[in-house]
């Protein structure tokens, strides 16, 4: 089993740049799909970046062009580079690890945007 610690979260301001980290214990990350997910108060937990564990990529619409997520197998960590930040990205962000139709959690770090 697979435990997930999240780091890099803060408060910043609009247009500024965050870079998340997730870190692996217990498991190599290395046959895992990750991916970050967010949940912001009052709102449901959505998907914000996947990647598989081949490194393909994907992002969602809100996020693509400005947050880029990659893995570092050989270090067993997850990241999730945040740039251009807005307002609206803020919340609490989760580290998620998926290997056969189980689900991990990291405790979740916050994301506050604002001026």
């Known amino acids: 089993q697979v435990q997930l610690v999240e780091s890099g979260g803060g408060l910043v301001q609009p247009g500024g740049s965050l870079r998340l980290s997730c870190a692996a214990s217990g498991s190599s990350l290395s046959v895992y799909f990750m991916a970050w997910y967010r949940q912001a108060p009052g709102k449901q937990r959505e998907l914000v970046a996947g990647?598989?564990?081949?490194?393909?990529?994907n992002h969602a619409d809100p996020v693509k062009g400005r947050f880029t997520i990659s893995r570092d197998n050989a270090k067993n960590t997850v990241d999730l580079q945040m740039n251009r930040l807005k307002p609206e990205d803020t919340a609490v962000y989760y580290c998620?690890?998926?290997?056969?139709?189980?689900?991990?959690w990291g405790q979740g770090t916050q994301v506050t945007v604002s001026s």
């Open positions: 998620n690890a998926v290997r056969d139709g189980n689900f991990y």
């Open positions: 990647i598989t564990s081949g490194g393909r990529r």
